[in-house]
């Protein structure tokens, strides 16, 4: 079976069991994933109830980075639904439950306790900071930390479809402060709020003590634009797949802005 973003960040972890910046990055792909949550029985609209498990640490719902490793755990048919992890923890979260994941079906099988699912969601929820400032001169970056950079470049991968190009530069504002810039060419007006809140959990869960970044966006055309491209590290984002068709009818959990409700 083909290696899971799970799989691969759950394996350096366990490589590095001291690098608290890779168990972060574990828990941000957990996030970013499909997880297949299996139900106790069938959905009702946008209502769900979980199965449940008892073990020594507490109750537990179990979930599957794979729609084919649901299927390899279960001896017959049961209800699922497929959602965000990232929704699937702002759902548990308070409510004293953790989070099993592929138990019994792949190398990264876990047990994430309710205090951490409740850790991520909360820092999943923290909107990014929105301040003005006058830009007075850029530079080549002098140092990119490599969590930091672990931790962003999979997530605008993960967005290439909004991003025209990502430019790294040091920049220097008007009060004399400095600061790390990532400016991002061509992102649509509707999508910046949510290319911006996606790069601000990246850097929380980079594992980087007090990082920082800040972010701007410009048009494809934007007269600036030369002078970046001659000083910045340019990201390089994979060619975005071809959008397919919708499906014509929503399960419950697919849409982000309609997140199911535990009955």
């Not at 999943?124 to 930091?148: C, D, F, N, T, Y």
């Amino acid at each position: 079976m083909t290696e899971t973003a799970i799989d691969a960040a759950f394996r350096v972890s366990q490589d590095e069991p001291d690098d608290n910046g890779l168990y972060l990055r574990l828990l941000e792909r957990i996030m970013d994933a499909e997880l297949f949550l299996l139900l106790s029985e069938e959905p009702e609209k946008d209502q769900i109830e979980p199965h449940l498990f008892e073990m020594d640490e507490g109750e537990f719902i179990l979930a599957f980075d794979l729609g084919e490793r649901l299927a390899e755990f279960l001896d017959s048919p049961s209800p699922y639904v497929a959602m965000p992890g990232r929704r699937l923890v702002e759902m548990i979260a308070g409510r004293k439950i953790g989070l099993a994941l592929n138990l019994g079906v792949a190398p990264s099988e876990m047990l994430l306790p309710p205090d951490a699912v409740a850790w991520m969601a909360e820092t999943g929820q923290e909107p990014p900071e929105l301040h003005e400032a006058k830009l007075v001169g850029i530079a080549m970056p002098r140092h990119l930390p490599s969590g930091l950079m672990g931790a962003l470049d999979p997530k605008l991968a993960a967005m290439a479809s909004l991003i025209g190009e990502a430019h790294l530069v040091e920049a220097e504002f008007a009060d004399a402060d400095h600061a790390l810039l990532l400016v991002l060419f061509g992102v649509p007006d509707e999508a910046r709020g949510e290319v911006a809140a996606a790069i601000g959990e990246a850097v929380k869960f980079s594992g980087v003590d007090h990082a920082r970044l800040d972010v701007t966006f410009l048009a494809e055309d934007a007269p600036s634009r030369a002078q970046i491209e001659a000083v910045s590290v340019r990201i390089e984002l994979p060619e975005p797949e071809p959008l397919s068709d919708p499906e014509p009818l929503e399960a419950p959990g697919s849409n982000p802005d309609k997140p199911p409700n535990l009955r």
